[in-house]
Each structure stands twice: as structure tokens, then as C-alpha cells.
């Protein structure tokens, strides 16, 4: 059974960092485009950034260009999401999912709350 | 950037009727469209791919069209467990984009 835990939410104040963490289980995960999406409280669902199988391309939404970066380790199954320079509405809850275009596995999630 | 726009914003509907909720992309995005079905307290599940294609696992009530610019998602009998919000998703291009949701309640 494919698998994806995501771990590493919480609470910062603005300006804070947070590293996000997803582990998988259950797939080749270096054979997998890898993606993260978000969800602000009540609100629809944003994609956030992806990343191919061997790390070398990378892409992001405008709002979180220059503060997050997203990566993978495939050694250890684990993909992530740095985040810098947090605001108020980077508030949400962030999914790992598998694919770079369709997202057909999600992890649960994991909470974000980015206030002062 | 490709704007997804999905209508109508909620609907209620009874068990047994037929449902269709229709996105709209701001260009042409051939077949390019998923549907996903998200559950109250839950993460979104894939149902439908490259516009019309069934995901493994979902039942066959859910079917997808379109093609373009206009999309529909149809529930041809709705159930009691199809109580969710709806999102259509563009994977044309980068960014990839989603819709605003359609929220289906039972009558």
C-alpha cells in the first residue's frame, strides 16, 4: 500500500522557518515526480511546488518563489519543503502528493499557523 | 497563469439524482483537466484524470468530459457518501492551478 506521512507542521511567528517532511512507503518513490499543495483554513486547495525524480527540475507558485525550496532525498524515500520568511498566509495545511501533474496519493497533511 | 473557474460554488441535491458540476479554463488546455473529491476532514482523492478517465477504485457513477476549455464532472446517481467538495486541476501547464471548489450537500 503506497503510503505518505507528512510531518513537521506547527506553529512560528512571521518571518519564522519551518521544514516540512513527508515520508513515503510503498512505491519507487525516485521513479515519482513528487509534489506539495496547500490549504488554507476553510479555502480551496493550492499547489505549492513539484519536483522530478532526480531533483533536478523544480518549480513554484509566485507567492513562494525566493522563501521555500523543495526537495528530496531518494536514499530515504523522504521529500520536503523548506520554508523561510513565513507570513500570516502561508497558514495552512500542507499535502505531499505523488505526481508532478495529476495527484493521485496524498499524504494526510500537516498544519502550518503562521501568527504572532 | 490559467484560472480554473468551477460552477456552481455549492449545490444540494437529493439521493438518486443526477449531478454535473462544470470548470471552466481561461484558455485551451486540451484534456489536461483532474477531478478530485474531498471528504470533510480528509485529503483530496484523485477520481478523474485527462479529462474523462475513471481513477482505479472509483466507482463508475463518477464519470468526467470535456475538452478545451469546458469540463464537466457528472454523478449519474448520487449517494449519501458523495458528500464532499468537488476540485477540477489544470496540469497544462506551471503553475498548476485548481478551481475554487463545488461543494455538494445532501438534500
Known amino acids: 500500500e503506497v503510503q505518505l506521512v507528512e510531518s513537521g507542521g506547527g506553529f512560528v511567528q512571521p518571518g519564522g522557518s519551518l521544514r516540512l517532511s513527508c515520508a513515503a512507503s510503498?512505491?519507487?518513490?525516485?521513479?515519482?515526480?513528487m509534489t506539495w499543495v496547500r490549504q488554507a483554513p476553510g479555502k480551496g486547495l493550492e499547489w505549492v511546488a513539484n519536483i522530478k525524480e532526480d531533483g533536478s527540475e523544480k518549480y513554484y507558485v509566485d507567492s513562494v518563489k525566493g522563501r521555500f525550496t523543495i526537495s528530496r532525498d531518494n536514499a530515504e524515500n523522504s521529500l520536503y519543503l523548506q520554508m523561510n520568511s513565513l507570513r500570516v498566509e502561508d497558514t495552512a495545511v500542507y499535502y505531499c502528493?505523488?505526481?508532478?501533474?495529476?495527484?493521485?496519493?496524498w499524504g494526510q497533511g500537516t498544519m502550518v499557523i503562521v501568527s504572532s | 497563469d490559467i484560472q480554473m473557474t468551477q460552477s456552481p460554488s455549492s449545490l444540494s441535491a437529493s439521493v438518486g439524482d443526477r449531478v454535473t458540476i462544470s470548470c471552466r479554463a481561461s484558455q485551451s488546455i486540451y484534456n489536461s483537466l483532474n477531478w478530485y473529491q474531498q471528504k470533510p476532514g480528509e485529503a483530496p482523492k484523485l477520481l478523474i484524470f485527462?479529462?474523462?478517465s475513471l481513477q482505479s477504485g472509483v466507482p463508475p457513477r463518477f464519470s468526467g468530459s470535456g475538452s478545451g476549455t469546458d469540463f464537466t464532472l457528472t454523478i449519474s446517481s448520487l449517494q449519501p457518501e458523495d458528500l464532499a467538495t468537488y476540485y477540477c486541476?489544470?496540469?497544462?501547464?506551471?503553475?498548476?492551478?485548481f478551481g475554487q471548489g463545488t461543494k455538494l450537500e445532501i438534500k
Open positions: 510503498g512505491l519507487i518513490f525516485s521513479s515519482s515526480w
Open positions: 485527462i479529462a474523462s
Open positions: 502528493a505523488t505526481g508532478g501533474g495529476r495527484f493521485e496519493i
Open positions: 486541476q489544470q496540469n497544462y501547464n506551471t503553475p498548476r492551478t
